[in-house]
């Protein structure tokens, strides 16, 4: 496990009141990359297997498009998390989400981390809570995307 990681994770406002041992096992299952930009960290309807912390840089979230530019639902700085599809079956990203900047980035591997909270189920409901609000302001920013292209006739 990395120190670094596991000294960031314990800073991310979004695992705030994490136990120890849980920032630890969340440490042992993350790894970092750099990506550069215009990047794919992943794509809509393929599997989802790991969650993302931005470090440093920007991520888009992104609803692709028959044809032209894909709709920009949400963009991602220092301290975003996104990807909580790993965690509900039937474990496919439901957007896209691609670097807009270097973007120093921490996987979660959620496969690992999907097989360890049937055992350590406190985990599993500490982190169903906070990806919960995740998922709520997903789905807020892709309702008020869809409005704002609907009124511009984008």
């Known amino acids: 496990m990395s120190d670094a990681i596991r000294t960031y994770l314990e800073q991310l406002p979004f695992l705030a009141g994490l136990s120890s041992a849980h920032?630890?096992?969340l440490a042992s299952f993350a790894t970092a990359a750099r990506?550069?930009?215009?990047?794919?960290?992943?794509?809509?309807?393929?599997?989802?297997?790991?969650f993302y912390i931005i470090r440093d840089g920007k991520v888009g979230v992104e609803v692709p498009a028959v044809e032209g530019?894909?709709?920009r639902l949400q963009t991602l700085g220092n301290g975003g998390v996104l990807g909580w599809?790993?965690?509900?079956?039937?474990?496919?990203?439901l957007f896209?989400?691609?670097?807009?900047?270097?973007s120093d980035?921490?996987?979660?591997?959620?496969?690992?981390?999907?097989?360890?909270i049937e055992t350590d189920q406190s985990l599993g409901y500490q982190l169903l809570k906070r990806f919960a609000v995740l998922m709520q302001e997903r789905l807020?920013?892709?309702r008020l995307a869809a409005i704002k292209a609907h009124n511009t006739g984008a």
């Open 96 to 102: 896209d989400a691609r670097a807009l900047s270097p």
């Open 105 to 116: 980035i921490i996987a979660v591997d959620g496969v690992k981390l999907r097989e360890y």
């Open 69 to 71: 530019e894909p709709l």
């Open 85 to 93: 599809s790993w965690v509900i079956p039937p474990y496919h990203w």
């Open 23 to 25: 920032l630890d096992k």
């Open 35 to 50: 990506y550069n930009s215009q990047q794919r960290l992943f794509k809509s309807h393929t599997d989802a297997d790991k």
């Open 140 to 142: 807020n920013a892709s």
